[in-house]
Structure formats: C-alpha cells, structure tokens
T-cell receptor, first 110, second 114 residues
Framework: GENVEQHPSTLSVQEGDSAVIKCTYS??????FPWYKQELGKRPQLIID?????GEKKDQRIAVTLNKTAKHFSLHITETQPEDSAVYFC?????????FGSGTRLQVQP | GAGVSQTPSNKVTEKGKYVELRCDPI?????LYWYRQSLGQGPEFLIY????????DSGLPNDRFFAVRPEGSVSTLKIQRTERGDSAVYLC????????????FGNGTRLTVT
C-alpha cells in the first residue's frame, strides 16, 4: 500500500553539528512534502515544506531537498542547538490526505 | 487568532462505552482532518472533510468510528463500543486549501480506554 518510510528512528548529534533525516515515499503522484516538529506532549508543528516543482528549499538553519525520480526527500538541520531536540516527522500527500512517516527522535547533546 | 481547539484534552472511559471528541478548526479553514497517534508513532490518517462532506474516510479502522461536520466548521469524532486498542491521542487539523496546503494541528485528545 501507499506509505512513507523514515530513517533513522533516532539520531544523536553534538551541538553545532548537522543532522540529516531521510524519507522515501511510494506514490509517484505525491506533490507536497511537509516536515513537522513535535516536542514531548505537544502538537506537531510545521517547520518547512516543499512542492514537487522545486528541488530544494531553505529557511535559515533548515533545508529540505527533494528527488522526485528516486522518490525521496530529506531534512537538513545545520548548527544544531539543544532546542532542536524533538521528534521530526516527514509527510507526503497520498491520494487525498497526508501520510506521515514514523518519526525521528533527534537528541542534540550540549 | 485562535488555533485549532480540541475538547476534551483527556478522556478516560471504560471498555464498551461511547465517546465523542470535538474539534473546532481555525475560522475560515474549509478542510478538516482527524488523525490518531499512538506512542512512538507518526499520526495515522482517519478521515478528511472538505466543507460538510467527508472527502476521504478510508482511514477509519472499522464501523465503530464515525465523524460528522454538519455545518462545515466544528467536527465530532464518535467512537462506539470502545476497545482498549482505541487508546491513543486523537489529533484534529485544519487547512485553508485542502491536502496540498499546511495542516494546523490542535493539541489533541488523549483517549484512554480501561
């Protein structure tokens, strides 16, 4: 069936290092790819999104890249800070609603 | 302005009981979604409304689950004959322009079935 695979499930980095999270999707018709950050006990919040007509998008320390041919997209966080510690979810439009990955728990060590 | 509001924030019920979860979306958002999130998992799609009608209910796990949005604003998710496996956080989200626009989530309702 349609799904979104996300890797790694956990990621630990030192403060100031970069973090990369990768996702693959199955539906070649998908055209919208957001990333959400969820802190413990809180709601998921959108941090960046990309559409299929764009290969890369950047917002300060956060960037997303999309490879439609390979059906994968990635989140890049540079100069990580302790407040970046959270669970990150990728998502892709599948048929008519967003399908989410299983999440990556990012831990930034001070 | 106000975000997506969900009530109650917590609900504890006994196995076999009926529950209703309410979602009040951002004013003017025509699209409304229900997701379910279990511990350590991503949100799992349940149902999507565009206006008053259910545009996609393919995520509802079985016929014990039902949702309505009679006036195109507030939505209620209804679960009959609750089971322990229904325990999860139920998230509601709304968007201004449908599935290819950002979802704004509420804080969720944590449902515990004992």
């Amino acid at each position: 069936g349609e799904n979104v695979e996300q890797h790694p499930s956990t990621l630990s980095v030192q403060e100031g290092d970069s973090a990369v999270i990768k996702c693959t999707y199955s539906d070649s018709a998908s055209n919208y790819f957001p990333w959400y950050k969820q802190e413990l006990g809180k709601r998921p919040q959108l941090i960046i999104d990309i559409r299929s007509n764009v290969g890369e998008k950047k917002d300060q320390r956060i960037a997303v890249t999309l490879n439609k041919t390979a059906k994968h997209f990635s989140l890049h966080i540079t100069e990580t800070q302790p407040e970046d510690s959270a669970v990150y979810f990728c998502a892709a439009t599948m048929s008519r609603a967003l399908t989410f990955g299983s999440g990556t728990r990012l831990q930034v060590q001070p | 302005g106000a975000g997506v509001s969900q009530t109650p924030s917590n609900k504890v019920t006994e196995k076999g009981k009926y529950v209703e979860l309410r979602c009040d979306p951002i004013s003017g958002h025509t699209a409304l979604y229900w997701y379910r999130q279990s511990l350590g998992q991503g949100p799992e799609f349940l149902i999507y409304f565009q206006g008053t009608g259910a545009a996609d209910d393919s995520g509802l796990p079985n016929d014990r689950f039902f949702a309505v949005r009679p006036e195109g604003s507030v939505s209620t998710l209804k679960i009959q004959r609750t089971e322990r496996g229904d325990s999860a956080v139920y998230l509601c989200a709304s968007s201004a322009q449908g599935v290819n626009s950002p979802l704004h989530f509420g804080n969720g309702t944590r449902l515990t079935v004992t």
